[in-house]
């Protein structure tokens, strides 16, 4: 029950991670400010939950047999889906394929995986939207990775 949350809450985040770095309610003065500030940070909180956790598969039934993107029909009844590496939600053919493969941060931060898995073009488009922020603190998400990856070691 906690894992299907936590994949949607990622999936609706992708979506509305742009539409928050973007709002900024037109007051004046410092209450534009903060507002602009307040967005900013929701919109860091979600690209550090999205690159930290791993994503779970729900199921088809829990996206209705359709693909999040397209809403095309999905399934073995109808045509071929693929799953995202970085939400966990299953995709046409035509979405996945646009995506390609790439490593995924959440597996890079908690296993050292840096394995190609399929992503959808939402996926990626994502990943590649926030790359250059830097929201990440590996001492608080993973400390261990510094004493068992040597490259880490010298970072530190």
Request: charged residues 30%; hydrophobic residues 30%; proline residues 5%.
């Amino acid at each position: 029950m906690e894992a299907s949350g936590s994949t949607e809450k990622l999936a609706d985040g992708l979506d509305e991670t742009d539409e928050l770095l973007m709002n900024t309610d037109t007051e004046e003065g410092d209450d534009e400010n903060s507002s602009s500030r307040k967005a900013s940070a929701a919109a860091s909180e979600h690209v550090t939950t999205v690159i930290t956790t791993i994503p779970r598969e729900n199921g088809l039934d829990s996206q209705d047999f359709r693909c999040p993107m397209c809403r095309k029909s999905i399934g073995a009844a109808f045509s071929k889906y693929g799953v995202c590496g970085i939400d966990g939600l299953y995709y046409c053919a035509d979405c996945m394929r646009a995506g390609g493969e790439m490593p995924i941060p959440s597996r890079v931060l908690r296993s050292w995986d840096w394995k190609q898995r399929p992503v959808s073009d939402r996926g990626r488009a994502f990943i590649e939207a926030n790359q250059d922020n830097p929201v990440i603190r590996i001492d608080q998400h993973n400390p261990t990775l510094y004493d068992h990856v040597p490259a880490m070691k010298t970072m530190k």
